[in-house]
């Protein structure tokens, strides 16, 4: 049982939208620690899409953008493409467990 | 260029200690604010985190898995080590290094090894 909870998977057509919602607690995000997000496709590591609640690296298309309101954050995605069906995990720190926590990931499908 | 490369043995045995090395280049953890993670990922399962140093020698570690764990550096080699004690199966996994991108605990990991799996097995 993950500290972050993310819904097991979602699925959206290409050119749609697509939502993933990562659920905390007062202990985590709702203690105002930032939230990443992280993209990994089947045997390569996780790559970074968002830091710090709503920043992208350098590279990450603006399609991706990221929220956070009380105890919970979103990942956003939208015209969504082919290429984006892959696994999504958040990630914030928690002050209960002195330490960074994960969300049980969300799998990605583009139909 | 910031890379990481994670190594160690690919098949350790149950009560075993389990040792990996993680070795960067493009940065330092004399420097200021760089921190090194490690997190590891059962096949099919989510990421779980691990351990911390950063370049202050300061450390941290799971809650679950404090008692287990040993993270250390060697600047001079730019390596971090992760000591796993008591192996069991249930730490069959891929375990990653990654770089931290804030000199905060709760920063994000902007670049991170390949991973390299390790599986528990007698």
């Known amino acids: 049982q993950s500290v972050l909870t993310q819904p097991p998977s979602v699925s959206g057509a290409p050119g749609q939208r697509v939502t993933i919602s990562c659920t905390g607690s007062s202990s985590n995000i709702g203690a105002f620690y930032d939230v990443h997000w992280y993209q990994q496709f089947p045997g390569t590591a996780p790559k970074l899409l968002i830091y710090?609640?709503?920043n992208r690296p350098s590279g990450v298309p603006d399609r991706f953008s990221g929220s956070r309101s009380d105890t919970s954050a979103s990942l956003t995605i939208t015209g969504l493409q082919a290429e984006d069906e892959a696994d999504y995990y958040c990630?914030?720190?928690?002050?209960?467990?002195?330490?960074?926590?994960f969300g049980g990931g969300t799998k990605l499908t583009v139909l | 260029q910031v890379t990481l490369r994670e190594s160690g043995p690919a098949l350790v045995k149950p009560t075993q200690t389990l040792t990996l090395t993680c070795t960067f280049s493009?940065?330092?953890?004399?420097?200021?604010?760089?921190?090194v993670s490690w997190i590891r990922q059962p096949p099919g399962k989510a990421l779980e985190w691990l351990a911390l140093i950063d370049w202050d020698d300061d450390k941290y570690y799971s809650i679950s898995l404090k008692t287990r764990l040993t993270i250390s550096k060697d600047t001079s080699k730019n390596q971090v080590v992760l000591r796993m004690t008591n192996m069991d199966p249930v730490d069959t996994a891929t375990y990653y290094c990654?770089?931290?991108?804030?000199?905060?605990?709760?920063?994000?990991?902007?670049?991170w090894g390949q991973g390299t799996t390790v599986t528990v097995s007698s």
């Open positions: 990630q914030s720190y928690d002050t209960s467990l002195s330490g960074s926590v």
């Open positions: 493009g940065f330092s953890l004399r420097t200021s604010g760089m921190c």
């Open positions: 990654a770089r931290l991108t804030g000199s905060q605990p709760y920063s994000g990991m902007d670049v």
């Open positions: 710090g609640n709503n």
